[in-house]
């Protein structure tokens, strides 16, 4: 380990790349109760040292967090595991979920109509977070448009990874907090993400662009791309 990755957090993407990570993860997320390490490894066909290990990079990336729970009997106490987002929802977030789910399951309209209206929603809510925050930026190039959209999604909470490819921008999405309702209604909040940034790209002003949003290319991955208007592929 060189001196740049000492002491460096373990980032939610890297720590879900692996499929054992996921599967606890998801147990812990099924789960009613916070779980211990050896009924984790019964749930999830591992052992308890790889269950151990796991558990370690998840609660170093914030996904997972941990407590003393009572031993049963001599020794020393037992680690309690829960998600991360289990954890918020007792803290009162578990509403806003809900009615999330509520609204986006009550949009009316067909899945066409429903993209169109929720894209709409979007590039309002784009054009409504830059009101009196002083005159909007302008990128000159491609690349400090795509870095601008990137520190939007950002801001929103999702783990995202800028890269480029000539003059083709991609935004690789990591860990959406929107994902369990987007996972059900993808019609609904990805053509609101997508709203939000053509919003944000036409407001800066930036260089004529396609944008497209691909929803769950991976279980804990969507990606958006920014490529010029027009071209032949």
């Given at each position: 380990m060189d001196d740049n990755q000492a002491g460096r957090r373990t980032q939610p993407h890297e720590a879900l790349a692996v499929a054992s990570r996921l599967r606890l993860l998801d147990a812990l997320r099924a789960g009613d109760e916070p779980?211990?390490?050896?009924?984790?490894?019964?749930?999830?066909?591992?052992?308890?040292t790889t269950v151990r290990f796991h558990l370690d990079v998840l609660t170093d990336a914030g996904l997972v967090h941990s407590r003393s729970g009572r031993s049963?009997?001599?020794?020393?106490?037992?680690?309690?595991?829960?998600?991360?987002?289990?954890?918020?929802?007792?803290?009162g977030h578990a509403g806003y979920g809900l009615l999330s789910a509520l609204l986006a399951a009550h949009w009316a309209g067909d899945a066409d109509e429903r993209a169109r209206r929720a894209e709409e929603a979007g590039w309002a809510w784009g054009g409504g977070r830059s009101s009196g925050t002083g005159p909007t930026a302008v990128a000159a190039t491609?690349?400090?448009?795509?870095?601008?959209?990137?520190?939007?999604?950002?801001?929103?909470?999702f783990d995202s990874e800028?890269?480029?490819?000539?003059?083709?921008?991609?935004?690789?999405?990591?860990?959406?907090?929107?994902?369990?309702?987007?996972?059900?209604?993808?019609?609904?909040?990805?053509?609101?993400h997508l709203g939000l940034?053509?919003?944000?790209?036409?407001d800066m002003d930036a260089p004529p662009s396609d944008v497209t949003l691909r929803p769950f290319v991976e279980p804990h991955l969507c990606l958006a791309e920014i490529t010029p208007t027009g071209r032949t592929t």
């Open positions: 779980m211990d390490v050896r009924q984790l490894a019964a749930a999830c066909g591992l052992h308890v049963g009997g001599r020794g020393r106490p037992r680690r309690l595991y829960t998600a991360a987002g289990r954890a918020a929802a007792s803290g491609r690349a400090e448009a795509a870095t601008q959209v990137n520190g939007v999604f950002a801001e929103f909470g800028l890269a480029h490819d000539g003059d083709d921008a991609q935004i690789r999405l990591h860990t959406c907090p929107f994902r369990t309702v987007a996972a059900t209604y993808p019609e609904v909040v990805c053509s609101i940034l053509r919003r944000v790209l036409a």
